[in-house]
């Protein structure tokens, strides 16, 4: 029954929740992850610079990856504020001998949540494209306690929110397969750009939507690959979209 799948899919979420939370603090005090500290460095440049524009960081990343962890990171600095009594200067010393302690682990949560949700996301994609909750059930247990995800979750990493948003696009792609409508096309530009704003490596994701739009021509009314390409303003308008927005 639906109800059975609901409880399965809410024991299997909650279960991916805490194996990514446990142990997502570890070292937080001294140390960061690989880029993990682009993000932490860049926001402070950029408060220091007085501006919301996240350039001249040093930062190999897209703006993206910045701005999608600046509410984490502007929040662990105002508690650190607020238990310093709003004093910069004891703020900045322990900034500086203890760059990440304020910041880190919120960043780190925030890809716990991300990490949790792209259980969901798998769950909705493999039950929208098998017409199976069953099916749905077993992609989000596999990705529940993969230990690949499980370990990137516990870091505030790319990669979680390039999956993130690559999951996005992949769920509109399969609703251009099966509907063909044009808020779908959009919205899997808006997702596909997302990805490739947290990490260069997300521009893959924009094979989804060939991939969508070809099955979809395919399914309706058998075509050459050429007349694919011809009076699909739609595809167009998705890929003028990407084009624009990464």
Same mark, same amino acid.
């Given at each position: 029954?639906?109800e059975?799948?609901?409880?399965?899919?809410?024991?299997?979420?909650t279960?991916?929740?805490?194996?990514?939370l446990v142990?997502f603090?570890?070292?937080?005090?001294f140390?960061?992850v690989?880029d993990?500290?682009y993000?932490?460095?860049?926001?402070?440049?950029?408060?220091n610079?007085?501006?919301?524009?996240?350039n001249?960081?040093?930062n190999?990343?897209?703006a993206?990856?910045?701005l999608?962890?600046l509410?984490?990171?502007?929040?662990?600095?105002f508690?650190?504020?607020?238990?310093?009594n709003?004093?910069?200067?004891?703020v900045k010393q322990?900034i500086a001998?203890?760059p990440?302690a304020s910041?880190?682990?919120?960043?780190?949560?925030?890809?716990v949540?991300i990490?949790?949700?792209?259980?969901?996301l798998?769950?909705?994609?493999?039950k929208l494209?098998?017409?199976s909750?069953?099916?749905g059930l077993?992609?989000?247990?596999?990705l529940?306690v993969?230990?690949?995800?499980?370990?990137?979750?516990h870091?505030?990493?790319?990669?979680t929110?390039v999956?993130?948003?690559t999951?996005l696009a992949?769920?509109?792609?399969v609703?251009?397969?099966?509907?063909?409508?044009?808020k779908?096309?959009?919205?899997?530009?808006?997702f @596909? &750009?997302?990805?490739?704003?947290?990490?260069?490596?997300?521009?893959?994701?924009v094979i989804? *939507?060939? +991939? /969508?739009h070809?099955?979809r021509?395919?399914? @309706? &009314?058998?075509?050459?690959?050429?007349?694919?390409?011809?009076?699909n303003?739609?595809?167009? *308008?998705? +890929? /003028?979209?990407?084009?624009?927005l990464s």
């Open positions: 029954s639906k059975k799948y609901k409880i399965i899919l809410i024991i299997i979420i279960l991916g929740f805490i194996l990514r142990g603090n570890f070292e937080y005090l140390d960061s690989s993990e500290n993000p932490n460095s860049c926001v402070l440049r950029m408060i610079n007085r501006t919301l524009i996240p001249n960081c040093g190999p990343y897209p993206l990856y910045t999608i962890n509410p984490s990171i502007l929040t662990g600095l508690i650190l504020l607020f238990k310093n709003f004093n910069l200067e004891i322990l001998l203890y990440f910041t880190l682990p919120l960043v780190r949560l925030l890809a949540i990490g949790t949700a792209n259980i969901f798998i769950y909705k994609i493999t494209l098998f017409n909750p069953l099916k077993i992609a989000a247990a596999f529940a993969s230990l690949l995800p499980v370990q990137l979750s870091w505030g990493k790319a990669w929110f999956l993130f948003f999951f992949l769920y509109f792609a609703l251009i397969y099966q509907t063909g409508r044009r779908h096309y959009i919205l899997n530009a808006i @596909t &750009s997302s990805a490739f704003g947290i990490h260069y490596g997300g521009f893959f994701s989804f *939507l060939f +991939l /969508g070809f099955f021509k395919f399914k @309706t &009314s058998p075509v050459s690959f050429k007349e694919c390409f011809r009076n303003k739609n595809l167009y *308008l998705s +890929l /003028g979209l990407n084009l624009f």
